[in-house]
């Protein structure tokens, strides 16, 4: 046998060999991903083993509870219809899900990508977190190692997640703009954000936008409803309304708040109060804030700024709280005047700026004093003048 002979059948018992171990790895992912979904998934009368019923309880509830399909993302029924349509024509876009925390963003697209790939999910999805990774050399790497292969056995694109990806600098971003170009054809991206507006033009114009609203009320009941029953506990009507209120549309807030609770309760069967729901978000109580600005309106300021202090000492609050509990007060308080409404707002958004730029709270809680109780003899001035 010649030499190009002998070459051409080791060459071919070598690739043999390669396919035949590529097949064994990807059955060993799959079945490991398999196991890991079916851990994920919440028990609904079907029958698991000790350790496998030990793994998900150990799992925080924001995990426990992750829709799995598109069907069980609620308050979001537009977003889902438009993408079940770009499903079913087979020509999805690249997307940009983006809008406050805990509405559905990684959810939905989990779940969408779960819907395409199913078992081959683990070979043809990257997940990225871009406030851990957020540099260029993620982009010009990871990022496009991935964008740049071919899977030997599955078909279609493949699909890359950047979650929060409006922590990224704007050279990466600028990057990774190149890379959706280059690999369009290999590759789909869905890019998860908070703020749309710290995204580069460049990256907008790439991507078909979807904004997740905050939950609405129906949503979060719909899923504290679940809740209770998988877990088997009692919530009071007004800690619920409480939890819903203090929640403002972010559903993974809910979640912690009732694993928060659940570890609280003593005894099983123990219904859960409003109380316990204030001490678990660490949110000041209505009484509380009523009490402040009761003694801001009819006390001196020397009494009232001590009260504000004494609440906010005993009961562990931190300031920003405290002003965000007071502003939704003032935004339905009954006022003569709309302009002292809109002094009011203004000077207590101007503190919660100087708090969030590292401002001491000792002195904001002056300052808090000051621009309550100053509009509202302003108020009481034009009443009477």
């Excluded at 990022?143 to 056995?153: C, E, L, M, V």
């Amino acid at each position: 046998m010649c030499i190009t002979g002998v070459l051409f059948s080791v060459r071919y018992i070598v690739t043999k060999i390669i396919i035949s171990k590529v097949k064994q790895l990807t059955a060993k992912t799959t079945k490991r991903k398999d196991c890991i979904t079916v851990l994920l998934q919440p028990t609904d009368g079907i029958s698991m083993n000790s350790s496998a019923q030990k793994n998900l309880e150990n799992l925080p509830w924001v995990e426990k509870y992750r829709p799995q399909t598109l069907d069980d993302v609620y308050g979001q029924a537009d977003v889902v219809n438009t993408i079940r349509k770009f499903l079913e024509s087979g020509r999805l876009p690249h997307l940009l899900f983006y809008g406050p925390p805990g509405t559905g963003k990684t959810s939905a697209i989990i779940a969408l990508a779960r819907e395409i790939y199913g078992k081959n999910y683990s070979n043809m999805v990257l997940e990225l977190n871009a406030s851990d990774d957020r540099g260029i050399d993620v982009v010009r790497n990871q990022i496009k190692d991935f964008a740049s292969t071919r899977q030997i056995f599955s078909k279609g694109f493949k699909l890359i997640i950047l979650d929060e990806a409006d922590a990224m600098t704007n050279a990466a971003q600028n990057a990774l703009r190149r890379i959706i170009e280059r690999y369009t054809k290999n590759t789909r991206f869905c890019i998860l954000a908070n703020y749309a507006h710290k995204l580069t033009p460049a990256l907008l114009s790439r991507c078909t936008r979807f904004r997740f609203q905050p939950l609405p009320r129906e949503a979060i009941e719909h899923r504290i409803a679940n809740v209770l029953v998988q877990e088997k506990l009692k919530l009071a009507p007004r800690a619920q309304d409480a939890l819903i209120s203090l929640s403002r549309g972010d559903m993974r807030r809910v979640l912690n708040v009732l694993q928060a609770c659940k570890a609280s309760i003593d005894k099983p069967d123990e219904e859960i109060t409003d109380d316990l729901i204030y001490d678990c978000c660490g949110a000041p109580r209505p009484q509380d804030l009523e009490t402040i600005l009761d003694s801001i309106l009819k006390d001196d300021w020397t009494t009232a700024h001590y009260t504000l202090q004494k609440v906010r000492s005993a009961k562990g609050l931190a300031l920003i709280d405290l002003i965000e509990g007071i502003v939704s007060i003032l935004q339905n308080y009954e006022l003569n005047s709309e302009s002292t409404r809109i002094q009011l707002l203004t000077g207590l958004g101007d503190i919660e700026y100087a708090i969030s730029r590292g401002g001491s709270e000792k002195v904001q809680c002056s300052a808090v004093v000051g621009v309550v109780k100053s509009s509202f003899e302003q108020e009481t001035a034009k009443i009477h003048s």
